[in-house]
Structure formats: structure tokens, C-alpha cells
């Protein structure tokens, strides 16, 4: 009877049966005998610089491809260094599989090297966490992690794998080989709901629709769009539902950026919720008092979370937006929405401005507007940093799912995911042109990517919008203590391009204006991995640290 080793069953189970193909990863002597069984059935490994990366990679390739992602890590230090990257990813609600090695069972307490207690200190931030003591049992603990991953609110999970148990041979006949487990149950709300959902619906004369990434998770694309034109309602969606139906619809307010948001939030009598928290972003869902509220998501938890909700609608939203489309009417909300345009149009008009006319130093609105310029919209757009964020959010437009990423400005608030983003967005879709505009702080946390983008053949332009400061932290000490006590925020102008030329991409620098299109067509040419380094104006100030800075005053 043949045999089989249990790191070689980790791959052979990923593949076959979960259809896994690609893995990120660090290499570790924990988890060696993976990344041989990797070679053996065929799985792609891409290879990081850093194991946080690994992670975001992961959470990346879960919402490009709506299929959880994979990474790998080793004991220890690399287990550690994935945390950032799960916590990001569990804020955000990304289904990924981490998976890690450990200590030996046989030298558990003993002092074995890189032996800590790695579940007590991930257990709050997955959804569910256990360790596989037995070869045989691989394929079952690994399928139950991915029906955790992606059950209800998708999530991190973590399975622990010690080498002793993938090193171990268990023979292949008989071998228990669970089913699929990466394959999401969907549930219907309580059927008597939906009647007093679409009454609130039909009757609304100001309503306004906003979605969250449950909407990406869902992909209810059709649903949400045939729901939008139906009803007539301006809408905006935010996080990995951006894009869902795209930002250019006659009824979406992606032109006003945060204004439009938050003046519609503030004139609607009516919010319709879709996967989407009331956390700070949107005032913990206290700015709309006047508003009624129908909300639906996935998870019960969240129903009444911040606000009470008048109907709460808990399912899949796909499945819910099919069957309220067969109870809302027909309705023209134009009037509505030319008031909402006439109100917050003109509060954007100086940042219009700066993004329509050069400048020197380069607006960071500006910035954003000429690479969407000569880059266009049909591209994956990743923003990474603290006020980049901002302008990058307001500026691009998402012309599909998942065309327009910025993780970085969600509830963890984690820098360093542009880099690790654009990886595995180049992985999953390599067809498609990726580009990252990135703050200079958030570049450095994972620079070095740089080097596993080269060595993967996995061309992106990554711009950076060189301010030469942490211009968040920066601008909120000049605002709270004055601009004689700036202190720790400030950077410099660094020759960023030069690290990327270093590590076997491409690199330029620019300071005026109109090499900024140039610049990026030159970098998107090249076919490597390339770092656009743009000196941008170090004294703007954007809309979302004034509310940062609001946000941490005392009473």
C-alpha cells in the first residue's frame, strides 16, 4: 500500500479537493516538508520577503477572486509576523487560511526552539483556531478550517501543523477525504420582513443606499444593481464592495467622495444598511438620526449595532436582494438626488480644482487625477497610506468588483498593504493592469516585496505620493500643538525609486507636474515591477485628517 507523508497531504488536499493554486508564504523548517509537497502536486508558491505580506497577500487574493486565500507561515517569529496581516484581515472580514507550523509534539515544554503559545495569542482575532495531532487526520482539520473561513461573516482561521505530524507517513488506502469546505451555506432573512423592508422602501421620498464589503463577499452584483435602478436611490459603495455596480452610474455619488456621503447620510429619511458597519467611518451610525433605517447583513450581531435598526434583514445579500426586487416599485428619485448634487458639489470644488490644474509643489489631488489619467479605469487600483488614502478614494472611480482596494483606510486602519496587495492582485488576474498609489510612510513597511514581485514576474506601478512625511500624524500635531512642535513625523524626501531599481524593477523620481503621465506609461512600459516616486506638496491637508484629528479630541 502506498504511503503518503502529511506535509505531501497538505498539498495534495489543498489542490485536489479545495482547489487551492497558489500559496503565499515564507520558508521555514516547521513547515519544509509543505513546500515539498507543494512541489510535488503542482502549487504555485510565492515566497515573501516578510510574513506579513503573506497575509496580505492573502486577504488580496480572497477579495480579487472570492476565494478564501492561503498562507503559510513558520514557528515562532514567523507566526508573529503574520499578525498584522490576520488582525487586517479579520477587521475586515477576509476569509484567509493561516496555517503554521510549531513545535514538535514529542518536545512541547520542553524548550524546543520557537515553542510559544501561538493559539492564546491569535484566538480573538480568528474565527476559529485548533491544532492537528494526527497525519491521518490532515484533510479533515484542514476542510473544517475552510468551512470556518467562509461560514456567516467570512473570517481568518488558523490551523496549527507540527512538523513531527508532517513529517509522519499514513498510507493513502482508506484515508479519510472530507468534501469541499470553501463553499459557502446561504441563508434567507425571515421571510415575514420583507414586506415591511419594501413598504419602508417604496414610501421613502429621500432614501440613500450605502453597502459595505458584504457586498464584494456576496457578489450580488445583479441584485444590487437591478435593486438600485428599480428603486431609484442615490447610493455609494464603500471597502471590497466598491465596484460592485460601478461608480460612474447615474445614481452613484462617488463625484462628491466623503461629502457626498455624509450629506446624504445627513438629508436621508431613509438608509438602506448592506453589509456595511456603523463603526467610526460613518460616526458609529449617529449621524442620521432623522433617518429611518433598513439593514441587512449577514451576521445578527450587527442588525442593531450602533443603531437600532426599524427592519433587519439577516441572510445573504444576494438572495435578499432577489427577493426584495420583487417587492420594490418603480420609483424617479432624480429630484433628490440634483438637491444632494447642489449641496455637496460645491463644498469639493477647491479639491476639483486642484485635481483638474497643475500645480508645483504636486497636490496629491493631482496626483491621483493624472494617474487615472494615463492609466484609465480599467485597471485594479490599490491605495495604501493615511491621507493618500483619501485622496486616492475620492479621485479613482471603480469600474468593477474589486477595482478599487484601500484596506488601509478601513476599521484597523493597517498601512503597508498597497505593496502586498498589488502582488497577489497581479496574481490572480494577470491580464490586468495593477497600479498602487501609495503614501511614503506606508511604502516602507513592505518595500522589500519589491523583490518578490521581481523574482514572480509580477509587473505593477507602484506611485508614491511623496510628501516626505507620516503628512497625517504630521498635519494632526501642527492642528493640536502648532507647527513648532512637529516631532517623529517627519521623513524627507527618500529616493524610493532607487530601492525598486535595486531590487530588479524599474524607477523614476518626479517633481514637476507634467512628468507625472509620462512617468507612469514609461513605468507601465517596462514591464517590471516600478516605483513612480512623486514629490508632492508637503502642506495639504486632506478632509480625512481633520475627522482623525476630530475623532481624538477629548470632551
Keep these: ?67 478564501p486565500g492561503v498562507c503559510l507561515v513558520t514557528a515562532g517569529p514567523g507566526f508573529t509576523n503574520s499578525l498584522t496581516g490576520l488582525v487586517n484581515a479579520y477587521q475586515e472580514n477576509a476569509p484567509i487560511i493561516l496555517i503554521s507550523g510549531t513545535a514538535p509534539i514529542r518536545d512541547r515544554g520542553l524548550g524546543a526552539l520557537q515553542d510559544i503559545k501561538q493559539a492564546d495569542m491569535i484566538k480573538s482575532t480568528v474565527k476559529w483556531y485548533d491544532i492537528c495531532l494526527d497525519t491521518k487526520r490532515i484533510p479533515e482539520y484542514i476542510s473544517t478550517a475552510f468551512r470556518h473561513a467562509v461560514s456567516g461573516r467570512p473570517g481568518p482561521v488558523f490551523l496549527e501543523l507540527p512538523p513531527d505530524v508532517l513529517n509522519a507517513q499514513v498510507e493513502t488506502e482508506g484515508l479519510a477525504w472530507p468534501p469541499k469546505g470553501g463553499k459557502p451555506p446561504k441563508s434567507l432573512p425571515d421571510p415575514s ?87 467610526w467611518l460613518l460616526m458609529f451610525g449617529q449621524i442620521f438620526p432623522q433617518a429611518k433605517v433598513v439593514r441587512v447583513d449577514i451576521d445578527p450581531t450587527e442588525i442593531d449595532r450602533n443603531r437600532v435598526s426599524d427592519v433587519g434583514l439577516v441572510g445573504d445579500l444576494d438572495l435578499t436582494l432577489r427577493e426584495l426586487n ?80 484601500h484596506a488601509a483606510s478601513g476599521q484597523f486602519g493597517c498601512l503597508g498593504t498597497g505593496i502586498p496587495f498589488a502582488i497577489a492582485a497581479k496574481a490572480a ?95 507601465l512600459a517596462s514591464g517590471k515591477p516600478a516605483c513612480v516616486n512623486v514629490l508632492t506638496d508637503p502642506a495639504v491637508v486632506s478632509p480625512a485628517t481633520l475627522q482623525f484629528v476630530e475623532g481624538f479630541k477629548m470632551e
Design 1 to 67: 500500500m502506498a504511503g503518503i507523508f502529511g506535509g505531501h497531504l497538505v498539498a495534495k488536499y489543498l489542490k485536489e479537493v479545495e482547489g487551492v493554486d497558489t500559496v503565499f508564504s515564507l520558508s521555514g523548517g516547521h513547515i519544509d516538508r509543505i513546500y515539498d509537497g507543494f512541489l510535488e502536486f503542482g502549487l504555485r508558491l510565492i515566497d515573501v520577503r516578510h510574513e506579513q505580506a503573506a497575509a496580505m497577500m492573502a486577504h488580496a487574493w480572497a477579495i480579487v477572486t472570492g476565494q
Design 193 to 279: 420582513l420583507f414586506g415591511a423592508a419594501a413598504e419602508l422602501i417604496n414610501k421613502a421620498e429621500s432614501p440613500f443606499i450605502i453597502g459595505g464589503s458584504g457586498v464584494g463577499l456576496s457578489r450580488c452584483d445583479k441584485a444590487l444593481e437591478m435593486f438600485v435602478n428599480t428603486t431609484g436611490s442615490p447610493f455609494v459603495l464603500i471597502n471590497a464592495g466598491r465596484g460592485a455596480v460601478p461608480d460612474e452610474h447615474p445614481l452613484s455619488l462617488w463625484d462628491g467622495g466623503l461629502m457626498a456621503v455624509l450629506t446624504a447620510l445627513g438629508q436621508a429619511d431613509l438608509v438602506v444598511a448592506l453589509g456595511v458597519r456603523f463603526n
Design 326 to 405: 420583487k417587492l420594490v416599485e418603480k420609483r424617479d428619485h432624480s429630484t433628490w438626488l440634483e438637491g444632494l448634487k447642489e449641496t455637496y458639489l460645491p463644498m469639493i470644488q477647491g479639491e476639483t480644482e486642484a485635481r483638474d490644474n497643475p500645480s508645483h509643489p504636486i497636490h496629491p489631488a493631482r496626483l491621483v487625477g493624472q494617474v487615472r489619467q494615463a492609466v484609465g479605469d480599467d485597471a485594479i487600483y490599490i491605495i495604501d497610506g493615511g491621507d493618500t488614502s483619501y485622496f486616492g478614494i475620492v479621485g479613482l472611480r471603480a469600474k468593477e468588483r474589486a477595482s478599487v482596494l
Design 429 to 523: 488576474l494577470p491580464d490586468k493592469t495593477v497600479v498602487v498609489i501609495n503614501g511614503d510612510g506606508s511604502f516602507g513597511f513592505n518595500a522589500m516585496e519589491f523583490c518578490t514581485a521581481v523574482r514572480h514576474n509580477l509587473p505593477f506601478v507602484c506611485v508614491v505620493n511623496n510628501d516626505g512625511a507620516w503628512g497625517m500624524i504630521k498635519h494632526g500635531q501642527e492642528l493640536t500643538y502648532g507647527n513648532e512642535r512637529v516631532f517623529g513625523s517627519e521623513l524627507g524626501p527618500v529616493h524610493y525609486e532607487k530601492l525598486a531599481e535595486a531590487l530588479g524593477g524599474y524607477g523614476e523620481r518626479v517633481e514637476k507636474d507634467e512628468e507625472i503621465g509620462p512617468a507612469v506609461k514609461r513605468a
